[in-house]
């Protein structure tokens, strides 16, 4: 386990990103570890939405939790959950809640910010002490891919430059406070992007989607990791969608 933990954590180089094409469970895992992924990791709208849940935390953490076990022994690589805002608030209970997961088998995952089901981000300091006590239950090497949202929940339009201020703030507090990548969803700017990348001190992932800037570009840009999100999930079921279209258009 430990052989995953740093082969994970070595494969977050700036410039030269890892690939983290999402999967939602054990097949696709298995699917995207055959076309040649170095890891795998979850997106928490497609796992949800597998299960006709919605995201937010409206799939059950006991069915997370399961899903996160068969994924993780469906496949030799090391394997990051989703794992939104933790399916608590206080520092404690998100501490409680990352050590099952942990227990899993995964090696890592997303930490979100967001106040999940109400509004805004939590505060910087008390997001840093939910983040220290998942550090404090998982152990040294797990790896925690702190996410703001407060690019997600702003129109591109308006990310500026202290909107990246914001954003490097949370991403220094949050490595102080023991996190391990820095994860900022929805900022496509490339000279914000690369601001990002030169000051905080914790890899950067991007998070690719139609019409966002390529691997090429971002890279250059200094991200250390790009996944995915719901958009693999998304194509897929358009795929299957179309199939069973052509299927039942026989006549």
């Known amino acids: 386990m430990q052989d995953k933990f740093r082969t994970f954590a070595a494969l977050h180089v700036p410039g030269d990103p890892l690939i983290l094409y999402n999967a939602w469970d054990a097949g696709s895992a298995r699917a995207v570890a055959s076309a040649g992924a170095?890891?795998?990791?979850?997106?928490?709208?497609?796992?949800?939405?597998?299960?006709?849940?919605?995201?937010?935390?409206?799939?059950?953490?006991?069915?997370?939790?399961?899903?996160a076990t068969r994924i993780a022994g469906a496949v030799d690589l090391p394997v990051s959950i989703d794992f939104e805002g933790g399916y608590a608030v206080e520092p404690e209970a998100v501490a409680a809640n990352a050590s099952r997961l942990a227990a899993t088998g995964a090696i890592g995952c997303n930490f979100e910010d967001q106040v999940v089901g109400g509004e805004g981000l939590h505060p910087v300091e008390f997001q840093a002490a939910r983040i220290a006590a998942m550090r404090a239950a998982t152990g040294p090497s797990f790896f925690i891919n702190a996410r703001t949202d407060i690019f997600l929940q702003n129109a591109p339009a308006t990310h500026d430059e202290e909107m990246a201020d914001t954003a490097i703030a949370r991403g220094k507090a949050y490595a102080e406070a023991g996190a391990s990548g820095f994860f900022v969803p929805g900022l496509v700017d490339l000279t914000l992007l690369g601001r990002?990348?030169?000051?905080?001190?914790?890899?950067?992932?991007?998070?690719?989607?139609?019409?966002?800037?390529g691997a090429r570009e971002v890279a250059g840009a200094g991200v250390a990791r790009i996944s995915h999100g719901p958009n693999p999930y998304r194509t897929?079921?358009?795929?299957?969608?179309?199939?069973?279209?052509?299927?039942?258009?026989?006549?």
Request: net charge negative.
């Open 38 to 67: 170095k890891a795998i990791a979850t997106g928490s709208w497609s796992v949800a939405a597998a299960q006709a849940y919605g995201d937010g935390e409206g799939l059950p953490l006991e069915i997370a939790l399961a899903g």
């Open 196 to 213: 990002v990348c030169r000051e905080v001190p914790l890899p950067v992932n991007f998070m690719a989607f139609p019409g966002a800037p």
């Open 236 to 251: 897929a079921m358009a795929a299957l969608t179309a199939a069973a279209q052509a299927a039942f258009d026989w006549r």
